[in-house]
DNA sequence: GACAGATGAAGGA
DNA sequence: TCCTTCATCTGTC
């Protein structure tokens, strides 16, 4: 059996946002080009939709879209969408459940999130497990900052990008 | 089993 | 402070 299987591309402040939604919820976000991120309008459009009829991923794409357009508004939804982590280890899905609980504007270091999900040496697990993240935003690892929340660490999405969603989250770095 | 990685702590200049 | 080194933990091949 064939997953029916959704993409849609939105047209952020950021740039143009790759979203590949299943039935079982939102498997990919990506990021289009990373190069500019313009001061543009805090508006996020559908630009281009492919595939998938079913209801489940409808309504997932439809929560997908709510959450991004309420979140470079400033004001996050209340209920993320569903998301899918098919094919992720255990370890990712404890490490991405436990940072997809950090609020809006707020932030925590690799080792607070280690010790969030019980394993407070394993910062270094951590900060892999961030860099296979799937979907940035949703599960918002640009709030993972390094030891003193001095220094950023990393992002899949760059550095450039993960400022960009800190300073709109209204989060003052040094 | 070896290696790599978005860390963290400690020690020295 | 800044830099280097080493310990630690997990995933991947």
Redesign the pocket.
Known sequence: MVATELEIIWRTPIGPLTGRITTKGIRLLEFGQPAAFPAGPAEVRMLERRGGGAAATQSHAEAAEKFLVNYFRGEPAAEPPALDWTG?????RKVWRACSRIGFGRTL????L?GAIG?P?????????????PL?ILVP??R?????RN?L?????GLAL?RWLLAHEGIDLK
């Not at 992720?88 to 990712?92: G, H, I, N, P």
């Not at 270091?109 to 607070?112: A, D, M, P, S």
């Open positions: 992720a280890s255990d370890f990712d270091t690799y080792g607070e280690a394993k040496d394993a910062a270094r697990a951590v900060g892999g497990a961030m860099g296979r993240n940035p690892c640009h993972v900052l390094a030891r003193g220094r660490g990393g992002f899949s999405g993960k």
